[in-house]
């Protein structure tokens, strides 16, 4: 049973476009929302996180929004970059060590 | 330094052999974990080891037994594995055992399992 729903699960977009992906999740207690990006070959890495009492965050190009009444989550890169084109996997956790994933999201930047 | 590594990189195996994986930190981390990841799927949770005890075993099977002989290190024994268990076998590491707010996850790159 997947606790967190992510979607598209892949997305092509043009280089300097906006690329979005959304996580939707049922579970109220979840209190850390980090989203990974992981390349071909390579293990997951933070890119960034929020907690459910911030509406938005940005570093960089990548801004999370984050609607607590929704229980939806999603991450925006602007001026998207063929060096982005990796695999994007949301995530919550509940003030302990388990992450439950998203499904992934394949982003692939056309130059 | 902020890095997990893990050895080797690859790893081919029959489902007669034992093998072992080995992972690697020097951030002063006391939580490490295990776990695996089928293409194109999340990382799935196998083991957590909490200042080198073993806290958590997410019903792994017998045939993949977990060693942590020091706070820096990290293996995974393999023994009579089955062909669907090919999969990248990741580490991760993290201050302690707790949440996620100022505890990050920093993973390796992992190790690429085949059985044939």
């Known amino acids: 049973q997947q606790q967190v729903k992510q979607s598209p699960q892949s997305l092509i977009v043009q280089k300097g476009g906006i690329s979005i992906i959304n996580c939707a999740y049922e579970?109220?207690?979840?209190?850390?929302f980090p989203w990974y990006q992981q390349f071909p070959g390579k293990g997951p890495a933070l890119l960034i996180a929020?907690?459910?009492?911030?509406s938005e965050k940005k570093e960089g190009r990548f801004t999370i929004s984050f609607n607590k009444s929704a229980k939806q989550f999603s991450l925006h890169i602007m001026d998207s970059q063929p060096g982005d084109s990796a695999t994007y996997f949301c995530a919550a956790s509940m003030d302990d060590y388990k992450l439950s994933f998203g499904a992934g999201t394949t982003v692939t930047v056309r130059a | 330094d902020t890095e997990v590594t893990q050895t080797p990189k690859h790893l081919v195996m029959g489902m007669t052999n034992k093998k072992s994986l080995k992972c690697e930190q020097h951030?002063?981390?006391?939580?490490m974990y295990w776990y695996k990841q089928k293409a194109k799927k999340p990382p799935e949770l196998m083991f957590v080891y909490s200042y080198e005890k073993l806290s958590i075993n997410e019903s792994v099977p017998s045939r993949f037994s977990p060693e942590c002989p020091n706070s820096s290190l990290l293996n995974l024994h393999l023994h009579a594995l089955q062909p669907e268990d090919s999969a990248l076998y990741l580490c991760a590491s993290s201050q302690r055992l707790a949440g996620g707010w100022d505890n990050e996850q920093f993973f390796g790159p992992g190790t690429r399992l085949t059985v044939l």
């Open positions: 951030m002063g981390h006391r939580a």
């Open positions: 579970n109220t207690a979840f209190d850390y």
């Open positions: 929020i907690r459910p009492d911030v």
